[in-house]
């Protein structure tokens, strides 16, 4: 069974930094693309930043220069440095994955976790 955990979100002062990480565990095909999502209350989910198996990365626009994502080597393991947070950086962050679940082109599922709770507040 495939599964995602977060850890590493809390309560952090504007300007001050934090790092999330989300491992992947029950895969046995091989794991694709991942990334970061956020939810701030009364909001739709969003995207952070995502990277794939290659190692390329794309960030939101409110996010580039402030925030890093990056892979384990065994790349079942993803972090996001996030860095100069903000108050409107508040939100629960979500780690997502696409998994193989099977030998076909087209045999890939889409994962989430549970989400860490990131406060950024003085």
């Known amino acids: 069974q495939v599964q995602l955990v977060e850890s590493g979100g809390g309560l952090v002062q504007p300007g001050g930094s934090l790092r999330l990480r989300c491992a992947a565990s029950?895969?046995?095909?091989?794991?694709?693309?991942m990334g970061w999502y956020r939810q701030a209350p009364g909001k739709q989910r969003e995207l952070v930043a995502t990277i794939t198996s290659d190692g390329g990365t794309n960030y939101a626009d409110f996010v580039k220069g402030r925030f890093t994502i990056s892979r384990s080597e065994g790349k079942s393991i993803v972090y996001l440095q996030m860095n100069s947070l903000k108050p409107e950086d508040t939100a629960v962050y979500y780690c997502n994955a696409d998994v193989r679940v099977g030998l076909g082109a087209s045999s890939w599922s889409n994962y989430w976790g549970q989400g860490t709770q990131v406060t950024v507040s003085s």
């Open positions: 029950g895969i046995v095909l091989g794991i694709g693309a």
